[in-house]
């Protein structure tokens, strides 16, 4: 697990003051608001002709067949949102579905990013590294896809509760990617994890939520339909219940890296094993602030 680094909370009057152009800035940079919140997320609100809930994702994302990105909407709740930092030590994937590591080093620069070879021969096996370290049983890892958020681009941060993947869809990206290992994986234990991590420092503007996966109820999850143009998966909605405990990492920077478990066939573990995210707008953000810039790595992880 992790150890708790060195942090000093900021006193709110200065995050606000602009009579020093060089705290100002500084402060923008490196120091992130903390402890907790209270924002608006975005939970699910089904179609309103009863139909089965989709979306267009992949090349359909940007231009979908039908002109719309989705068939439901957004039900908007304020809810507190718990600063896990000093208590990363609390969380673990089995309980809670998401885990928070500090201090990892890396050989990747920010230009690194740009570069989706650079990132697979560097960047990967760093994660794969770390995975086998800090995943209890785990034998092996199929890392399958990556997604870098920038603000401004179709990737921006995604505002909207979701878990990646569900049951039924997990099970079917082993068979789409080791078809002919499917049999002998699928009867071991299998996971999905996300690797999440800032790119551009101290994240100061679009924190990721998530939902201790311990308080999450199987009935507030809906299974939604992911349309690819060439196949479809699964991804799961989430409906606002208020027993939800809803989390965040203060001031994550470059070198931390959060878990996320999506799925895992292990049905004994006490959380349930997922975990619903989303990206939020933090109120205590400072004007002007850089934008997040991340990247969540999805592997499969098997043992
Ligand atoms: C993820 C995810 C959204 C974001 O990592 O699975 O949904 O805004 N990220 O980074
Ligand atoms: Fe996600």
């Known amino acids: 697990m992790s150890t708790a680094t060195a942090y000093q909370p900021t006193p709110a009057h200065q995050l606000r003051d602009t009579t020093s152009t060089r705290v100002e800035t500084s402060l923008q940079n490196e120091v992130s608001p903390n402890g907790p919140v209270e924002a608006e997320l975005a939970f699910y609100d089904p179609p309103k002709d009863g139909s089965k809930p989709y979306n267009y994702a992949g090349a359909w994302a940007d231009n979908p067949p039908e002109g719309i990105p989705r068939n439901f909407g957004i039900d908007s709740h304020k809810v507190i949102i718990h600063d896990i930092r ?9 309980e809670n579905a998401f885990e928070a590591h500090s201090n990892i080093p890396s050989k990747m620069s920010y230009e690194d990013w740009n ?5 697979e021969k560097i960047y990967y096996p760093e994660v794969e590294k770390l995975l086998l370290e800090k995943i209890p049983g785990s034998k092996r890892i199929f890392l399958f896809d990556q997604t870098i958020r920038r603000p401004g681009t179709s990737r921006a941060p995604v505002q909207r509760v979701h878990i990646d993947q569900t049951a039924q869809s997990t099970a079917a990206r082993v068979r789409h990617h080791l078809p002919d290992e499917a049999d002998k994986l699928l009867q071991g234990r299998y996971r999905i994890i996300n690797i999440w991590r800032p790119l551009n420092g101290t994240v100061l503007q679009n924190p990721l939520a998530v939902a201790d996966s311990a308080t999450v109820r199987d009935e507030d999850l809906i299974g939604v339909e992911h349309r690819y143009p060439d196949r479809t998966g699964e991804t799961a909605a989430v409906k606002f219940n208020e027993g939800q405990k809803w989390c965040y990492w203060s001031g994550m920077g470059n070198e931390d890296r959060l878990f996320l478990k999506c799925f895992d066939s ?23 602030a850089k934008g997040r810039e991340s990247i969540e790595v999805r592997a499969l992880v098997f043992g």
Do not use: L
């Not at 000093?86 to 089995?94: I, L, T």
């Not at 959380?271 to 002007?288: I, L, M, Q, S």
């Open 86 to 94: 000093r208590h990363e030590s609390e969380f673990n994937m089995d």
């Open 266 to 288: 292990d049905a004994t573990v006490g959380g349930k094993g997922r975990v619903p995210h989303t990206a939020f707008e933090d109120p205590r953000t400072p004007a002007g």
């Open 115 to 119: 570069d989706d070879s650079v990132i």
